[in-house]
């Protein structure tokens, strides 16, 4: 050997024995990423679809009865003046008047007691005496009329009433010596045109009796009232109502039946108290046939962050990602979510190696992706969609590990991540259908009745404490008002 060759042999054999010795080369790469502010955008206030409860009104026909006969009595009609037609005639209640009601209609039957007074004027010859003298008599008669009622935009009653009567087993005669005569014909036209009197009469007391308006006011100024539903979750009923509409009147079972619509904003929230100011202002009454009890509340279930970086934990930490057949890999450490404006920021400590030949390249530290958070149906969870990275963060992946920048890693996260919400939404519902089920007194006045038939979902916030889930809860509600 030349002196050339023994002097290079030492480092040919230590090169030699290095690559038996040690599998390859490698570096780590520090990710020094910088986290995005955990700012949310100012969410929209939530505005649920509008709802109608429903509030049956039902009035006692007995009730009415009663009322009437009380308010009505003594003389409804006088006329003491016999020169214009020679009969004076008095009318008076005699009994009391019975009130029944069918369909759309009341009908009441008036019992009266007439005293008329004749006057008979006889000028027998030019020369003879006139012959001068009145007779009285007495009789009964039923006078029978029928009310149409109804209500006006101003929360009044409106009724129509038009009748007719009908003479006992006699008709009422005068006698004056040998002389019958009958007075039907003088009395009927005085009392037909006496009618249109008695007609006005009952409905004006109708009108008078029946304060309707004061009934709705109350419901409407009583349902505003925010109802407490669940001690544990501090859940709040909160109705606001924006018109009223009322079915037509109808007869049933000895009471005359209608139902007001209230149309409203109804929610259910579970941040305290709902601090609200009541609208006391009625607005104009709308008549609508095809009210529905359908209703739709808006549920709001709220995903702490610190909850939902748990869900997100628990589905990719640990998990180890391979890319290139295995040449590359990366493993989550942890993780954790941040909202970021209408966003979500998913933050993971990762660590990662690559290879190329004999060198290994790692990576330690953390990778920030970007996602737009949606409800998915299907699920009852929480997902997010065009996962990608954030701008710093893809920065320091293309200048220390741009292999990851190459791969589908964005993509295989945005599959994982999942929030599932179906066991506070299915909390929300029990609570409200609990609440519902007691058919307690939610107020001094109002008595709440209904069933919640299914969930659908409406929207996401993203507000500084959490996600707020909102889904309209669908079904029925009433409300009783039976103490005014």
Known sequence: ???????????????????????????????????????????????????????????????????????????????????????????????????????????????????????????????????????????????????????????????????????????????????????????????????????????????????????????????????????NLNAWLTVVPQEVRMAPLLAQNGNLNTRLGITSYITVTTDGKPQVQVNKKLPKLILDSRMSDDIQIGLTANIPYAHASKMVQEQVAKQTYKFDGGKSEITVNEAAITPSGNQLVLMLDVNGKTKAGIFTKKIVGKVYLRGTPYYDAETASIKVRDVAYDLDTKDRILSTASWLAQNKFEQMIQQQVSIPVRHELENARKMLQSSLDKQGRVHESVLLRGSIKDITPDNLYLTQDGIKAVVNAKGTLTATIDKL
Do not use: H
Request: proline share 6%; glycine share 4%; aromatic share 6%.
């Open 1 to 231: 050997m030349t002196p050339k060759i023994l002097r290079t042999l030492p480092v040919l054999l230590l090169t030699v024995a290095s690559a038996f010795i040690i599998p390859g080369c490698s570096s780590t790469d520090k990710l020094n990423t910088a986290a995005p502010a955990a700012i949310a955008s100012a969410a929209p206030a939530y505005r649920p679809q509008l709802s109608s409860i429903t509030v049956p009104v039902s009035i006692s026909v007995a009730a009415m009865e009663a009322k009437l006969n009380q308010e009505i009595a003594g003389t409804l009609y006088k006329d003491t003046n016999l020169s214009d037609d020679n009969i004076a005639v008095t009318v008076t209640k005699n009994g009391n008047l019975s009130m029944r009601a069918e369909k759309d209609k009341v009908y009441f039957s008036v019992p009266l007691r007439i005293y008329a007074k004749g006057r008979w004027k006889w000028d027998p010859c030019k020369l003879c005496p006139s012959i001068d003298k009145t007779e009285d008599t007495t009789f009964d008669m039923i006078i029978k009329t029928e009310s149409r009622v109804g209500l006006t935009e101003d929360y009044k009653i409106s009724t129509s009433t038009s009748g007719d009567f009908e003479w006992g087993n006699t008709k009422p005669v005068l006698e004056l010596g040998p002389l019958k005569i009958g007075l039907a014909r003088f009395v009927e036209p005085a009392m037909r045109q006496q009618m249109a009197t008695l007609s006005k009469q009952l409905d004006k007391e109708l009108q008078s009796r029946l304060d309707v308006k004061k009934y709705i006011a109350d419901a409407w100024q009583q349902l505003q009232e925010p109802v407490k539903l669940d001690d």
